[in-house]
């Protein structure tokens, strides 16, 4: 099977948060200057957090509102 065949499988929340999972929540990688002065505890803290937010929560939510319409 040719994956353009599978596009269609996929609601627009989905793929929102598809990208949001895969564009945003990495940013303290493309980004490490954002946290700088502040304590490595408290920057592996803020980026944990961030992570789980911006990989599971947001995306579901996105998801379920853009779909809910």
Do not use: C, H
């Not at 099977?1 to 929340?13: A, E, N, R």
């Not at 949001?20 to 946290?35: E, K, N, Q």
């Not at 304590?39 to 789980?52: F, S």
């Amino acid at each position: 099977y040719k994956p353009i065949d599978y596009l269609g499988v996929f609601s627009i929340g989905e793929f929102v948060g598809y990208l949001i999972r895969s564009l945003v929540a990495p940013a303290f990688v493309w980004f490490p200057d954002i946290l700088i002065g502040m304590p490595d505890n408290l920057i592996q803290a803020i980026a944990a957090v961030w992570l789980v937010v911006m990989s599971i929560f947001v995306p579901t939510v996105i998801e379920r509102a853009i779909d809910g319409f």
